[in-house]
Nanobody, 120 residues
Framework: QVQLVESGGGLVQPGGSLRLSCAAS????????MGWYRQAPGKQRELVAD???????NYDDSVKGRFTISRDNAKNTVYLQMNSLKPEDTAVYCC??????????????WGQGTQVTVSS
């Protein structure tokens, strides 16, 4: 069994910063890609940023220059540093991992999500 647990969400004023963390645990053999998705009310889920085990990163255009994704492979943990937050960044942020389990199965796993609200 694999679990992804997020932390770090909350309420912040426009222009502020938050740091999200997501730790993967359980029967994990290796993790190829970890990332963050978000879903705002009435909108589809969208990719915010992801990072491979080789540290190759990918960002949505709306967050480039403001958000930074990083990863600690030894801890199976991914981070999202969010700076210069805007009200339009308000959403539930979910962690994702594409991994191989100890039983040699591969697939996408998801966390429960953490709320980020940007408001004055």
């Amino acid at each position: 069994q694999v679990q992804l647990v997020e932390s770090g969400g909350g309420l912040v004023q426009p222009g502020g910063s938050l740091r999200l963390s997501c730790a993967a645990s359980g029967s994990i053999f290796s993790i190829y890609r970890m990332g963050w998705y978000r879903q705002a009310p009435g909108k589809q889920r969208e990719l915010v940023a992801d990072i491979t085990s080789g540290a190759r990163t990918n960002y949505d255009d709306s967050v480039k220059g403001r958000f930074t994704i990083s990863r600690d492979n030894a801890k199976n943990t991914v981070y999202l540093q969010m700076n210069s937050l805007k009200p339009e960044d308000t959403a539930v942020y979910c962690c994702n991992a594409y991994l191989t389990t100890n039983w040699d199965t591969q697939g996408d796993y998801w966390g429960q999500g953490t709320q980020v609200t940007v408001s004055s």
